[in-house]
């Protein structure tokens, strides 16, 4: 549906119809946009959903965030077990026998917390003890060497607030809690229709899908009647290997689904818009002093392009230079389908934290009017 032509919004005023007939057409699309989110495992699209359940539908509830304590906790118990763990293996020490022993406290308990599990002050205590440890700092630093929760300080900074008797958790606190998607989960909500497109409402449906290797056969199932695929890369993930294989890096396997997504015959009608997602957690890396010429050494002989803008530094460098492998696959000949038909597409790209809700509202505004526009388009009547 999607898949000819997504104008960009400033190019909607060009219209020569009148709003009236804008208007009368909008009023009479009835039919909801369906979007289906997909991208490799921890690349943002359940967060991404529940962006849109805030924006769009309404705020968390009481209950809700009730419901989320446990996971949180668990996220903050596995990201300290996992860097606790990873200490020895990296051959690195703690500063003090103390910390050592705060480390032990914590790898008795497992990775696992038990449902009757109640943090208590000294729980606290051995992960703040833990946190200014340098060693415990040092394989912080690493953790691209092994699997840890993106979120992970997020969490450890806010110790003291989440382990608290009566935490009940901010939505910051949602969007950066992870919980892993296994089953598919669809969310509707109306969006208003810019008044220099007729005005109203439209109805939009968004799928989310779990995006690890084991999820991804269930793809196929609400490929149907897609208008259009969200993709989410994170680009945080170029000195990552993926959790599910850890001999394969996880940007070059977001790389290798992007470009089944794209030739993918049964989403050929379906517009393609690519989030790229964790500017925050990329840009860290980067001060940090990380390279992805390191892991991709076509790194070192991409130069920025004019379109590229103005910032000629590393950040915008790194984004660009992914930027550029994807649209490469964009560029690549359409595979023939139906009868050797080749559909021409394109593919739109932003550059996003999909945690920053500041950040997705505006996005979204683009995102929905380039939808809406396309549609007005197609119709004849832009
Ligand atoms: N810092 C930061 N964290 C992010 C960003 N986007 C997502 N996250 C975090 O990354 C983790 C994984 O995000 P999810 O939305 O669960 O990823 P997913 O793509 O749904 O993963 P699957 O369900 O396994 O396919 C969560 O802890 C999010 O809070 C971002 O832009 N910046
Ligand atoms: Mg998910």
Redesign the pocket.
Known sequence: MLGCIFPRPAEMTKSSYSKRDIKAFTNSFEKAIKILLL??????????LNQMRILHINEFTTQERLGRIAIIRQ?LHESVYEIVVNVERLGLTFDCPANAKSAQYILNLGKILPDSFNPEDTYVEHIENLWYDRGVQECFSRSNEYQL???AK?FIDRVQTVTKADYIPSTDDI???????TAIHEIKFNVKIPKNMGGGVQEFRMI?????RD?RNKWMHVFEGIDAVLF?I?C?DFDQTLREDTQQNRLCEALKLFTGVWHNRFLASAGIICFL?????MERKIMEGKCIGHYFPDYYNYRLSANDGIAFDECNKTRCFIRHKLIEVTNETPRPFRNNECVKKECYFHF?????TNNIRKVFYDVHSMILNDILCRMGLL
């Open positions: 991208g490799t495992g921890e690349s943002g699209k359940s967060t991404i996220n929760n993106d979120s997020y969007l950066h809690s992870r919980k892993i998607t989310d899908v779990g995006g690890q999820q989410l994170s945080g997602n964790k500017q925050d957690i996003t934290v999909a945690t920053d």
